[in-house]
């Protein structure tokens, strides 16, 4: 390996970088260092794609839980079920050619077992998700009770537009922000009412009930001076309250006493936004259960389906006293599933895959 220093100006690693090419040398493929340390096995897939995961992770959980990938603990994981397998596999190979009463070779409860713990390993991917693409969180109520202040208050920036006219938003306005931790997909929205509206609120206030039904969460904003009107009674039966957080703004402007599940919050004096912070985290905490480090992605997720299914049908098998074979055939798909988690087993294409969303140099 040969490391070059030379002055930072692009005409200068431009003509460097020429002379290797016409000397027989190419430029990197993208993601192809850790391509080749995959190919060397000094890491295994999981390990390559929590590299992409750190160096996309915007919040210090996401960054954790990538760490924690890439230190080995999922493939460890994964290894340890698939040897499990691997075990029965070769019991039932080994009595192939001596058909015995299959029960006392395997017994379903065996493979059982390992189903519980592919499940357990995929319900991890809800945090994952989590930590990779965060979570929604879309902020509704009626006009000018403060939705937009409140989006800038969390971004810490002016980015939406404020003023005390009806229906300034009209549009919904998304940010990604960081609450202790947690990446969250911030949704500022048209304001809904009842009035007549024109043809450009009424597709605004479209958008909002969208973002309402999409969003894990609603910060549902009402205002100090008339909290819980008809107005917002009206938007509260449209939405799905499960997911509400109920916000009462403008405290400022009547003294307010918040009861029992409510945030009273002063926007201008910027109080209660700890404890609106607090409600956040816990209902991020009742939605994804919190883990010390990282959960699976779509594509583990969707490889321990097909492992989890080829061994259920496996353990039927064994019930229902098929044979030997046809339990081997099931048992033996769930093994390479697993495997294809992290690359044992799969094809050139999946791995490509992987390493086309890295960048050149990695
Ligand atoms: N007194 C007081 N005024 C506030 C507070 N928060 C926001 N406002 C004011 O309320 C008015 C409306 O604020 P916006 O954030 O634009 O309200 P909105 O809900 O986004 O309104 P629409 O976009 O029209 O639906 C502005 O004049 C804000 O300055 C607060 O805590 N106290
Ligand atoms: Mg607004």
């Known amino acids: 390996m040969v490391e070059i220093s030379c002055h930072g100006s692009p005409q200068i690693v431009k003509e460097i970088i020429e002379i290797f090419i016409e000397n027989g040398g190419r430029l990197a493929g993208r993601g192809e260092f850790t391509k080749r340390a995959f190919i060397n096995g000094k890491l295994d897939l999981t390990q390559a794609e929590a ?89 509704i109520g009626r006009p000018n009770v403060g939705k937009s202040s409140l989006l800038n208050l969390l971004l810490k920036d002016e980015r939406a537009i404020v003023a005390d006219i009806p229906g300034t938003t009209r549009d919904t306005i998304e940010e990604q922000i960081n609450v202790r931790g947690y990446l969250i997909n911030l949704v500022d929205t048209a304001g809904l009412h009842n009035l007549e509206v024109g043809a450009v609120e009424s597709m605004g206030m479209n958008r909002t009930r969208a973002a309402a039904s999409e969003a894990d969460i609603i910060l549902f904003v009402c ?115 697993l495997g294809e988690i992290t690359g044992q087993e799969g094809t050139e294409e999946v791995i490509a895959g992987i390493f086309d969303r890295f960048c050149v140099g990695k």
């Open 223 to 337: 205002e100090a001076t008339d909290p819980f009107n008809n107005d917002d009674n009206r938007i509260l039966s449209s939405i799905d309250v499960k997911k509400a957080i109920y916000v009462v703004n403008k405290t400022d402007l009547r003294g307010y006493q918040a009861k029992e599940g409510e945030v009273g919050l002063s926007i201008v004096n910027r109080i209660g936004i700890v404890e609106l912070e607090d409600r956040i985290v816990e209902k991020i905490e009742n939605i994804v259960e919190p883990r010390e480090y990282g959960g699976i992605n779509e594509r583990q997720k969707e490889r321990l389906i097909v492992a989890e299914n080829a061994l259920k049908r496996g353990a039927a098998g064994i019930n229902a006293k098929a044979t030997l074979e046809m339990i081997a055939i099931d048992i033996k798909e769930g093994f390479d599933a």
């Open 51 to 139: 590299i992409i995961d750190l160096i996309e992770a915007k919040t210090e959980k996401s960054a954790s839980s990538a760490r924690s990938q890439l230190m080995g603990e999922l493939k460890r994981l994964i290894e340890g079920i698939r040897e499990k397998v691997k075990q029965i596999l070769m019991k039932i190979e080994a009595t192939l050619d001596f058909p015995d009463d299959i029960e006392e070779i395997v017994s379903p409860e065996e493979i059982k077992k390992i189903i519980s713990e592919i499940d357990d390993t995929i319900k991890t991917s809800k945090y994952g998700k989590l930590v990779r693409e965060g979570i929604s969180l879309a902020i």
